[in-house]
């Protein structure tokens, strides 16, 4: 019982260490974070690699349930999952810039707008809303004016233009054959005028 209690206690402190570490350092860790990173990893397992090899399984399974426990109640409860992943953080909003909340996440506005740039995205003034995904990834949304035209987009502008050309006489006119207007008067002319 007492490997399974430390094997809680190192999962619970490890998981609130990289949460703390931010959101940043999980999607591109710098060489330094990962070298810390990989020395927080290397001493929460020291304690268990003094011991036998049947605790390291027991440390080991009890990693997995944890784990799965985690992700189970993420799924149920809401609050779990803000508290062991956060939430999505805003950081433009309307073509402006939250630099309050880019302090609270530790992130230069040059570090995002390299993230824009890999995004295509070279005009802050673009953006209706920006936000730094819980797993570091940037999600944005456009201004109506800066989305690119969809083909759905294209089609339907498409039909409305036909269609208002077609309802002008003067344009149905020249849009029609021009031989329909021979054809026509064929029919209406008598016989001995053809």
């Known amino acids: 019982m007492n490997a399974v209690l430390q094997a809680a206690i190192i999962l619970m402190a490890a998981i ?8 940043k350092s999980i999607a591109q860790m710098t060489l330094p974070q990962t070298t810390v ?3 927080v990893g290397t001493i929460l397992v020291h304690p268990i690699t ?3 090899m049947v605790n390291t399984f027991i440390v080991i399974a009890t990693f997995v349930a944890i784990l799965l426990l985690l992700e189970f109640l993420q799924v149920k409860i809401n609050g779990v999952e803000k508290l062991l992943t956060g939430k ?3 950081v433009i909003q309307d073509g402006v810039l939250n630099v309050a909340e880019l302090k609270k996440m530790r992130m230069t506005v040059d570090q995002l707008e390299m993230r824009l740039r890999t995004s295509g995205i070279d005009k802050i003034g673009d953006i209706k809303t920006a936000t730094i995904e819980p797993n570091g990834q940037l999600g944005y949304e456009l201004m109506e004016d800066a989305k690119p035209l969809t083909a759905g987009e294209f089609k339907k502008w498409m039909d409305v233009y036909l269609q208002s050309n077609h309802s002008d006489p003067a344009t149905s006119q020249q849009t029609d054959n ?4 021979i054809q026509d008067n064929d029919k209406k002319n008598p016989k001995y005028l053809q």
């Open 50 to 52: 003094n011991k036998g």
């Open 88 to 90: 999505s953080k805003i």
């Open 178 to 181: 021009l031989f329909k207007e």
């Open 16 to 23: 609130l260490l990289l949460r703390l570490s931010g959101r």
């Open 37 to 39: 990173m990989l020395a």
